[in-house]
C-alpha cells in the first residue's frame, strides 16, 4: 500500500506589501497550527518516508515547524515544481519518487493539491469527500492510499480518501 498525503502551507501573513509572493512567512496563526499538523501525524502513525516541499517560504517554514514535532524526520526534497503548480506538475514531481518510498507527504499550495486530492480519491469517505471538494483550508490535510507498485502508476481515482483533516478538527483555527 502506498499513502499520499497532501498538506496544504499554514496560514500566510499578508502585512508586508509588496513582498514577492513567494517570500511570504507564516503568520501566527500558521506558526501554531504546523507543529499541531506534525503532533496529529506522529500520534496518528502518519510520518512520511519522505516529503516534497514547495520552494516558497511558507512552505518551508510550514515543514521545518511540522517536523520538529515528528519522531524521525522523513527525508526531503524542497521543489520548484510545487510552487503554484497544477495537478499534473505535482504529479509529475511524486512520479520521480522512488518506488521504495511507501508514504509520501507534498506540502504545497492550492488550487493544485485540493484539485488533485479531488481527482486521486476516487473512494473513501462520503463526508470527508465532501468536505475536501467545499474547502482545503490552509493546514488542511489530504490523506490517500493506494494500491499501485509504484508512484508512476498514480491514476486519477485510483486511490481512497482515508481522512480529510482541518486544523480546527484537531483543536486548531482555520481559516
Excluded: C
Amino acid at each position: 500500500m502506498r499513502r499520499l498525503m497532501l498538506l496544504r502551507h499554514a496560514k500566510s501573513d499578508w502585512s508586508a506589501p509588496g513582498r514577492p509572493d513567494r517570500e511570504r512567512v507564516l503568520s501566527p496563526r500558521g506558526e501554531s497550527a504546523a507543529p499541531l499538523l506534525g503532533r496529529y501525524l506522529a500520534e496518528q502513525g502518519l510520518v512520511p518516508q519522505h516529503a516534497i516541499v514547495s520552494v516558497a517560504e511558507r512552505t518551508r517554514q510550514t515543514w521545518q515547524r511540522l517536523g520538529k514535532a515528528v519522531t524521525g524526520p522523513p527525508s526531503v526534497t524542497f521543489d520548484d515544481r510545487i510552487y503554484e503548480a497544477s495537478p499534473l506538475d505535482i504529479l509529475t514531481a511524486i512520479a520521480d519518487i522512488p518506488a521504495a518510498v511507501e508514504s509520501l507527504l507534498v506540502v504545497g499550495h492550492n488550487p493544485g493539491l485540493q484539485s488533485l486530492a479531488l481527482a486521486l480519491a476516487g473512494s473513501g469517505s462520503g463526508k470527508a469527500r465532501r468536505t475536501l471538494a467545499e474547502k482545503f483550508p490552509t493546514a488542511g490535510l489530504a490523506v490517500i492510499d493506494f494500491d499501485l507498485p509504484d508512484w508512476k502508476s498514480l491514476e486519477p481515482g485510483s486511490g481512497r480518501l482515508e481522512r480529510f483533516i482541518t486544523p480546527r478538527a484537531i483543536g486548531g483555527d482555520e481559516d
